[in-house]
């Protein structure tokens, strides 16, 4: 949410200064939000070169607003998503939020949109399809095999991506994190986006990009989208956007959100004048390649300190990053790759009693997960990895992994 840090000077500046002219304004045009607009427009991979923005106030809003206007658009029920993908709790979003784990939380009722498949998402080092060959590229085996089942699905006349009568996809669009986020910020095998992208132009159906977390140059670039060079048909953005404040925003291919017209998605906390000041600066500043490139610096830093941890603590089996998107994976066998939850655990909890916080996930709760702001100074960087050594040299004294 901060990616500017608590209480930056600029955007604390521009929100004061805001509420002293005009606070709230309905889902209406505003200068803040029209030069917000503008600036997303400008700034988004968006395929055609040419975009219309609708904003919302949550993730979970803009997921739901972009499903519904990929199905008006198409005239198509289905949305493909990842296993694991998160893309909200609300009742509408929570059915695309690929993560059993939440699932009960929901019960009895379960979420509504029943127009929902999951595919696995090509995670090489845990890689759903099994293990590689001997003298294969985990990467690229893994990628192979989501294409295979792809296009046996789409092929498949009982799949349900297919309208037998008509004998046509079924499916109105792809929904997906280009890195999977709560999942444990795992990357997935390079090509992914370049798979999905070519197999919604050959099938005729949309590439919608939650870039909700991994938006904003949180990997060092804008749009984790741009690491793959994708285009999409829409693109998804909250979190980081509103300076701490309540803010989304979907940026989709014109025709798509002129299909509705006008008043078709209205909503009283839309575009808020105070979020979409806050959004101005927090784009003005992010969207300098000086910025990105200090990101992907400091990312650099973190993660050069965490190999040389890793040299020292079996604990750490994988580490996969990309600016300051960082996510560890802890295993109790190099080899095997077992996942040591019960250790992560521990390791979570030896490291708040150093005072140091960070989020624990993953398909096994054995992932930990670096959200540090964009602005984290090195001294900083040089304290966590002081506490992480701490903490694994004790979890491998407390379960013998050495």
């Known amino acids: 949410m901060s990616a ?30 029209i030069k917000l607009a503008e600036k997303l427009v400008q700034i988004s991979p968006i395929k055609g070169g040419k975009a219309r923005v ?5 993730g979970s809003d803009a997921i739901e607003l972009a499903v519904r206007a990929a199905r008006y658009y198409t005239g198509r029920p289905m949305i493909l998503t990842a296993f694991g993908d998160y893309h909200g709790v609300t009742y509408g979003s929570m059915a695309l939020t690929g993560k059993g784990g939440m699932w009960p939380y929901f019960y009895p009722i379960p979420p509504l949109d029943t127009g929902v498949s999951y595919f696995p998402f090509p995670y090489p080092y845990q890689c759903p399809f099994g293990k590689a060959p001997a003298g294969e590229d985990e990467e690229s085996w893994c990628l192979e095999r989501l ?3 792809f296009e046996y699905y789409f092929q498949s006349k009982e799949s349900p991506y297919r309208e037998v009568k008509g004998d046509i996809t079924n499916v109105a669009a792809f929904v997906v994190e280009p890195f999977q986020s709560s999942a444990g910020y795992i990357l997935p095998s390079p090509g992914y986006l370049r798979l999905l ?5 050959k099938y005729d159906i949309l590439l919608i990009v939650d870039e909700i977390q991994t938006g904003l140059g949180r990997t060092g670039k804008l749009w984790a989208s741009e690491w793959e060079g994708v285009e999409v048909d829409m693109l998804l953005t909250s979190k980081a956007l509103g300076g701490g404040l309540p803010l989304s925003a979907v940026v989709a291919r014109p025709e798509i959100l002129e ?36 990101v992907q610096e400091r990312g650099e830093y973190f993660v050069a300190g965490l190999r040389e ?22 295993v109790r066998d190099q080899v095997t790759r077992e996942p040591a939850p019960e250790e992560a655990l521990f390791v979570t909890r030896e490291c708040v009693k150093e005072g140091m916080v960070f989020e624990k996930g993953g398909y096994f709760h054995n992932r930990f997960q670096l959200i540090p702001p964009l602005t984290i100074r090195r001294q900083t960087i040089d304290r966590a990895l002081e506490i992480f050594d701490k903490a694994f040299t004790r979890a491998e004294e407390q379960f013998g992994n050495k």
């Open 259 to 294: 299909a509705w017209g006008p008043g078709a998605h209205v909503s009283t906390q839309a575009g808020n004048v105070l979020a979409c000041a806050a959004g101005n600066v927090v784009l003005d500043t992010i969207a300098q390649d000086s910025f990105l490139r200090s």
């Open 4 to 33: 500017l840090g608590e209480c930056n000077e600029q955007v604390t500046k521009v929100i004061q200064e805001q509420a002293g002219k005009l606070a709230h304004y309905f889902d209406f045009p505003h200068p803040e939000r």
């Open 147 to 149: 294409e295979n089942y």
């Open 309 to 330: 941890l890793q040299q020292r603590h079996p604990l750490i089996g994988n580490i996969n990053a990309k600016g300051i998107y960082i996510g560890l994976e802890l």
């Open 197 to 201: 992208r070519r197999l919604a132009d």
């Open 54 to 58: 609708a904003f919302g106030v949550t």
